[in-house]
């Protein structure tokens, strides 16, 4: 039921065509066919002035737009503060309202604007100048006031917007967005932007842990530990077995070097082969003494490779140190727990 329209919604009754493949496939084309105009006209010279004041900015860069614009220029300036570039989205409307407060003489000022007419923007211009900022305009028709009020223009070659009537901005902003965004790309390169400076900024998500989390970070420790002795009988270390969430048993000599690893999987093999000689039987006997085993400061995403590598899939590795000494254990479950 949960995926039936609303009982309020009658669409048997409404005006309009079923959407055919042919369809879609003539669209999704004229749309590339208009990137691609694009593409093939855009000025280099002007990208690459544009892209050189902004890899050489002292001060923020500040994206502004208004309508659909403006989501693009909030986009644009969000993917440059995650690649450590100083960016920030300016509101037209606030800006006017005090927030052209923010703006200094070392700032830049980039509006968005497929018409170049935006009365916003217009408006905004002699208040961000007074500032002091540089203003560069991004816009797509030529001849437009917005382009001859600024220090610098870059024309967006658009030939017309996908819509039937070529008035939705569908295209105009896609090509603002590609734009943007591939520019992004180049001050990245220009700046030699690591992955870890990349995953630094992006602590929350898993492109960050992925880049950030060592395997100590996520790992049990201490008291989180299912250790025994490889003298202690089975039987006898049932609640640490299934106690402590690991699933398995790291079994340890006097000095807290690890000997091997009894899984509850052993268990259930050793109950099948012995009967009820398990009763008599050490861990020792039966652990498996060549585990995988990983170090403190290897990668958290390589210890779930490891875990994944053949001959066969595992779910926990022991934690140990140059030595052997057993430091903790990570498990496939802490790391999908801890968004890896």
């Known amino acids: 039921m949960g995926s039936l329209p609303p009982t309020h919604l009658d669409f048997s009754s409404a005006n309009h065509q079923d959407i055919s493949k042919d369809n879609l496939v003539s669209l999704f084309k004229s749309q590339q066919d208009l990137l691609n105009h694009f593409f093939k006209h855009l000025d280099l010279s002007q990208t690459l002035s544009f892209s050189r004041l902004l890899l050489s900015a002292s001060g923020t860069v500040f994206f502004t737009g208004v309508g659909k614009s403006a989501f693009v220029a909030n986009k ?42 935006t009365e916003e923007l217009l408006r905004l211009v002699p208040c961000a100048k ?26 967006l070659p658009l030939e017309r917007e996908l819509c039937p009537f070529n008035l939705a901005p569908v ?11 591939t ?6 390169a220009a700046r030699n932007l690591t992955k870890e400076e990349y995953g630094a900024n992006h602590p929350a998500g898993r492109i960050g842990k992925s880049l950030i ?34 699933g398995c048993l790291l079994v340890v000599d006097e000095g807290h070097r690890l000997i091997g690893t009894f899984t509850d999987g052993d268990l259930r093999r050793t109950l099948k082969a012995s009967g009820e000689a398990i009763f008599k039987l050490t861990v020792g ?6 585990p995988r085993t990983i170090g403190p400061e290897t990668m958290a ?21 140059e030595d052997n000494t057993l430091i903790g254990i990570v498990t496939l479950h802490g790391l999908v727990s801890a968004g890896l």
């Open 76 to 117: 644009v300036s969000q993917t440059l503060v995650s690649l450590s570039f100083r960016s920030s989205f300016l509101s037209p409307l606030d800006a006017l309202h005090g927030d052209i407060g923010a703006l200094a003489p070392r700032d830049i000022l980039v509006l968005f604007s497929k018409s170049g007419a």
């Open 130 to 155: 007074a500032r002091g900022a540089f203003l560069v305009s991004l816009t797509s028709v030529p001849g437009n006031p917005l382009a001859g009020v600024c220090d610098m223009n870059v024309h």
């Open 171 to 181: 295209t105009s902003t896609a090509i603002q967005m590609v734009f943007g965004d």
């Open 183 to 188: 520019i992004a790309v180049a001050l990245m």
């Open 213 to 246: 989390f060592k395997v100590k970070d996520v790992m049990k420790k201490k008291d989180e530990l299912p250790v025994c002795k490889e003298g202690d009988l089975i039987m006898d270390q049932l609640v640490e077995l299934t106690s402590k969430g690991c």
């Open 285 to 290: 006997e039966m652990c498996n003494r060549k």
């Open 301 to 321: 995403v390589e210890a779930m490779k490891k875990m994944e590598s053949p001959p066969s899939p595992v779910q926990f590795l022991p934690v140990v140190n």
